[in-house]
């Protein structure tokens, strides 16, 4: 093996190797153009841009939400609209409960007190007779709703129920005595068919008064038994279709937690109705309920 500078010949080759690859040019150029292209490349720039502008505009969207929401349209939005479906830009609530009058109705479902009443019976050549009735409630419905306005108070009387009446004598050509049973009468018009009227200072005060403007249309119903001569009552349909309820003097306080409906009227044809007694001879008798008087106290 020959020797250079006393070196084996092998080991000065492989230093000489080693030198020649840490000057590589060719492993130089493409470093730098590795670095030049990810600082310099105007494509990658643009990019980037166009990500950020698009992200800006995003948020700006999403920010313009608009006007909230309103709608029944009565300038009220609906986050504070105490009747967001039914327009009442005046926001008023008789009874303080958050809900507005026009969509609010106060129910009187504790009806109580006894209201006086007349049967007139003509049984044609049988003779005729007046008879007492004292209409006693059992209960029922009373339903009240007030305006946005302050102007006016409509009143519905949904049902009444009657305790029965027991017999009750009238003495035409034979003596006769006449029960009602299981008597009622429901509103027989159309919803809330009376109304009175009402104004701001009262609606404030959480009171309300006054006359209903018209009588209310009711259809009675119930169970008539009538008998004569001690026999055993026959019993019948008693059907008043086209009954009426004279107009009523209304006084409601508290913000309507209680109210009191009055009548004094003794001439007043509620009803009219006719039936038959077949025994001992056939009788046709008319009869009348004349006149309303006294009062019904009213609770939720």
């Known amino acids: 093996?020959?020797?250079?500078?006393?070196?084996?010949?092998?080991?000065?080759?492989?230093?000489?190797t080693a030198a020649c690859g840490g000057d590589d040019v060719a492993g130089d150029e493409v470093g730098e153009t590795g670095t030049d292209d990810a600082t310099d490349d105007p494509t990658g720039t643009e990019s980037s841009d166009t990500a950020d502008t698009s992200s800006s505009d995003s948020t700006e969207e999403t920010t313009d939400?608009?006007?909230?929401?309103?709608?029944?349209?009565?300038?009220?939005?609906?986050?504070?609209?105490?009747?967001?479906?039914?327009?009442?830009?005046?926001q008023l609530d008789f009874d303080t409960d958050g809900q507005g009058n026009v969509c609010d109705l106060v129910t009187y479902a504790t009806i109580t007190g006894s209201l006086a009443s007349m049967a007139v019976v003509d049984a044609g050549f049988a003779g005729d007779c007046n008879v007492p009735l004292d209409f006693v409630s059992e209960g029922g419905q009373v339903l009240v709703q007030y305006d946005d306005d302050a102007q006016l108070v409509r009143i519905e009387l949904a049902e009444l129920q009657i305790a029965d009446i027991l017999d009750k004598e009238c003495a035409l050509l034979v003596a006769a005595v006449v029960s009602i049973k299981d008597f009622s009468m429901v509103n027989g018009g159309g919803a809330f068919p009376a109304s009175m009227a009402?104004?701001?200072?009262?609606?404030?005060?959480?009171?309300?008064?006054?006359?209903?403007?018209?009588?209310?249309?009711?259809?009675?119903?119930?169970?008539?038994?009538?008998?004569v001569n001690g026999d055993p009552p026959m019993a019948s349909v008693l059907d008043l279709p086209d009954?009426?309820?004279?107009?009523?003097?209304?006084?409601?306080?508290?913000?309507?937690?209680?109210?009191?409906?009055?009548?004094?009227?003794?001439?007043?044809?509620i009803a009219t109705s006719q039936f038959?007694?077949?025994?001992?001879?056939?009788?046709?008798?008319?009869?009348?309920?004349?006149?309303?008087?006294?009062?019904?106290?009213?609770?939720?």
Do not use: R, Y
């Not at 020797?3 to 492989?14: E, K």
């Not at 939400?65 to 005046?90: F, L, Y």
């Open 1 to 16: 093996m020959k020797h250079v500078l006393g070196l084996p010949l092998s080991l000065v080759l492989g230093l000489s």
């Open 243 to 269: 009954a009426n309820l004279p107009p009523m003097a209304v006084d409601i306080s508290g913000g309507g937690s209680s109210s009191t409906l009055t009548w004094a009227n003794d001439n007043f044809v």
């Open 276 to 300: 038959m007694i077949t025994d001992p001879l056939p009788i046709t008798v008319d009869l009348q309920i004349v006149g309303l008087n006294g009062s019904l106290t009213l609770t939720p």
């Open 65 to 90: 939400t608009g006007p909230p929401p309103d709608t029944d349209m009565d300038g009220v939005d609906d986050a504070n609209d105490n009747c967001p479906d039914d327009a009442n830009p005046n």
């Open 198 to 227: 009402h104004n701001l200072a009262d609606h404030d005060a959480g009171v309300a008064t006054g006359m209903t403007n018209i009588p209310h249309p009711m259809i009675a119903m119930g169970s008539l038994e009538a008998g």
